[in-house]
């Protein structure tokens, strides 16, 4: 079983900063890619950001130069460094982590963080 647990979020002014964190724990083999997800209210899931293993990043065009993410693998962390928030930014975000439960090819499963409200005011 792994476990995500996110920290950070919180009410912040247009043009606030934030940073987001999500820590995995449990019993596993080894963390791929890891990423962030948001959901607005009436709104689908949408990815933020993700990060593979190596460092390769990759982001929502509508946060491109504004939100950073990265990782410490031997601390089963991902960050989210959000700047120049917006208030369309205002959210629920959720980590996502694809794990490798074993060695072997077909152990891979996906797993999330219960969510952390991001807010922000106009």
């Known amino acids: 079983q792994v476990q995500l647990v996110e920290s950070g979020g919180g009410l912040v002014q247009a043009g606030g900063s934030l940073r987001l964190s999500c820590e995995a724990s449990?019993?596993?083999?080894?963390?791929?890619?890891m990423g962030w997800y948001r959901q607005a209210p009436g709104q689908q899931r949408e990815l933020v950001a993700k990060i593979t293993r190596s460092g390769n990043t990759d982001y929502v065009e509508s946060v491109k130069g504004r939100f950073f993410i990265s990782r410490i693998n031997d601390k089963n962390t991902v960050y989210l460094e959000m700047f120049s928030l917006e208030p369309q930014d205002t959210a629920v975000y959720h980590c996502n982590a694809d794990v490798s439960v074993l060695n072997t090819a077909n152990s891979r499963r996906a797993y999330w963080g219960q969510g952390t409200q991001v807010t922000v005011s106009s």
């Open positions: 449990g019993t596993f083999w080894i963390i791929n890619a």
